[in-house]
């Protein structure tokens, strides 16, 4: 075993700033200890510290019991921990090492609530960031028994709040605290507002506090953008530890790529300095151009070349951008179907497309398809099939490329029923597992299974308005545009190889 990271490792100089920001007031709480927030918040943060430009630190503590081994580990390395970013950058492949120092408070609520009780009443804090996963904004009824923790996050900011409401008093000029909920649930902190709300009215904590709650908080939408791939796999941590000279048992790895629009006005970026830090962030008025731009263009690509690049044999997001014909594909769908159906400005539509292309390219993410298949029925219906109707509505000629990903998720979806799971055949005969709503594979089981032509088989698929929310079928040619894809890719299936230079679909 070699050296542990701790503030032993740092040089002179971050040392003498590990110690200045243990010394910092606790200006944010942050409940959430795993690699997303470390990866994409707190790596934030230590670059606003080392601009000059953050004073404050961040106060660590995790939402659920589950957590308490993370927090554990990085206070065994007096929470300090490594962050690798690695990917690409404008075609050039980029690597960063970074000692991440933000922390100078980690503590587990469960075994010290006082801990959180005391960080409630300071004045000091300014800013709560949270990372409890969708799950984690769900409503649980629970009591409320004095001195003792409370499981559900929000039912903790609810007595944090009323906690710091008796400590400083409602009138107190800035007593309200900013929430910055970085779940992926849209407008989450809408969401998380009502939770607490809903503990309060639970609690029969007093109106004038829940009054208080409402108008002297804020519950910040976002929404955040960066894939943070954690612990690395393989021997590249033990490698990395040989050559660094020190081990870190919370190590974790980024893209390059950030992005976090939160919708409130650009005066806060005085009490979090991200956008004067150079970080790509965006206080927006309206957060729903931004939602609808990642909706449509990232998860949109794909959703668009996962069921027709798993047919044909393909198993990585990276390999589907390095084949010639999936790439044109792709970004052809991109730059013609898909970016004239969002309301933004165009320069920046195409930069933010040319963006997730360089993502979908880094080197050191094996994005698999398989993941990005499950419950693509859904995903269909939120990531492309508004952009098909928008054609339709305006009766314009139907979008041929995503026409195409519809016919390939069909066919994709002939599955039978083999014991628990539904498998399918790729068109070299591979099989394959399909996840997704049970009752919707049934469904469509049976109906590949009739034995009819393939060209009433589509109709009906098609008019299944439990699955796509609408009769497809009504769509005029869409039937007919689907079926004679799906017939050209069966009939090419004994012949058709895809060459990765200049290959044809």
Same mark, same amino acid.
Not at 450 to 479: H, M, Q, T, Y
């Given at each position: ?134 799950a984690g904004l769900v409503y649980k009824p629970e009591p409320l028994v004095e001195g003792e923790p409370i499981q559900s996050f929000p039912g903790k900011i609810a007595w944090l709040l009323y906690r ?33 709300l809903q503990y309060c009215e639970d609690w029969s904590l007093p109106e004038p506090f829940r009054e208080w709650v409402s108008t002297h908080n804020r519950f910040l939408n976002s929404l955040v953008d ?21 081990? @870190?048992? #919370? *190590?974790?790895? =980024? ?8 919708? +409130? %006005?650009?005066? &806060?970026?005085? !009490? ?46 990276? @390999?589907? #951008? *390095?084949?010639? =014909? ?8 991109? +730059? %013609?179907?898909? &970016?004239?159906? !969002? ?8 930069a933010y497309a040319e963006s997730v292309y360089e993502r979908f390219l880094n080197p050191y993410i094996d994005h698999r398809l398989a993941d990005i298949a499950m419950n693509s029925l859904s995903k ?29 998720? &069909? ?95």
């Amino acid at each position: 075993m070699g050296k542990q990271l701790g503030r032993e490792i740092l040089s002179n100089t971050q040392r003498q700033a590990n110690e200045e920001m243990k010394q910092s007031p606790v200006t944010v709480l942050q409940i959430g200890e795993g690699n997303f927030l470390r990866g994409f918040f707190d790596w934030m943060i230590h670059s606003c510290r080392e601009k000059g430009l953050f004073q404050g630190s961040v106060a660590l503590t995790q939402p659920r019991p589950t957590g308490r081994a993370k927090i554990a580990a990085l206070q065994n390395q007096d929470g300090l921990y490594t962050l690798v970013t690695r990917g690409l950058e404008n075609g050039e492949r980029v690597e960063k090492k970074e000692i991440i120092a933000v922390f100078s408070t980690v503590f587990d609520p469960y075994s010290d609530w006082q801990q959180l009780m005391t960080l409630a009443e300071s004045p000091s804090l300014r800013v709560v960031v949270s990372n409890t996963t969708e799950a984690g904004l769900v409503y649980k009824p629970e009591p409320l028994v004095e001195g003792e923790p409370i499981q559900s996050f929000p039912g903790k900011i609810a007595w944090l709040l009323y906690r710091r409401y008796l400590a400083l008093g409602g009138a107190v000029e800035g007593s309200g605290l900013v929430f910055l909920p970085c779940e992926l649930l849209e407008r989450n902190g809408d969401e998380l507002k009502r939770r607490v709300l809903q503990y309060c009215e639970d609690w029969s904590l007093p109106e004038p506090f829940r009054e208080w709650v409402s108008t002297h908080n804020r519950f910040l939408n976002s929404l955040v953008d960066r894939i943070v791939t954690g612990y690395p796999t393989g021997d590249q941590a033990a490698a990395w530890f040989s050559e660094w000279g020190y081990e @870190d048992a #919370m *190590l974790t790895t =980024a893209e390059p790529y950030h992005f976090w629009a939160i919708e +409130a %006005e650009s005066e &806060l970026d005085e !009490v979090l300095p991200l956008r004067q830090a150079g970080l790509n962030v965006r206080w927006v008025d309206d957060l729903r151009p931004y939602q609808l731009r990642k909706v449509r263009i990232l998860n949109g690509a794909h959703t668009l070349m996962t069921p027709l690049a798993l047919l044909h044999g393909e198993q990585y997001v990276r @390999d589907v #951008m *390095l084949n010639a =014909a999936f790439n044109d594909f792709v970004r052809g769908a991109v +730059a %013609e179907e898909i &970016l004239p159906t !969002v309301a933004m400005p165009e320069a920046e539509l195409k930069a933010y497309a040319e963006s997730v292309y360089e993502r979908f390219l880094n080197p050191y993410i094996d994005h698999r398809l398989a993941d990005i298949a499950m419950n693509s029925l859904s995903k269909f219906k939120a990531r492309l099939l508004p952009t098909l109707l928008y054609y339709v509505d305006r009766e314009e000629a139907l979008p041929q490329r995503i026409v195409k990903s519809l016919a390939a998720l &069909l066919r994709y979806y002939r599955v039978v029923r083999e014991g628990g799971e539904f498998t399918g055949r790729a068109l070299d005969g591979a099989s394959y597992s399909v996840r997704d709503d049970a009752a919707s594979l049934e469904l469509i089981a049976e109906i590949w299974s009739g034995g009819r032509p393939i060209e009433e088989i589509v109709p009906l698929l098609l008019s299944r308005e439990g699955i796509w929310g609408r009769d497809l079928s009504a769509i005029g040619g869409l039937a007919e545009e689907v079926t004679a894809f799906i017939l050209e890719m069966e009939d090419g299936a004994a012949h058709m190889k895809i060459d990765r230079g200049n290959g044809q679909l």
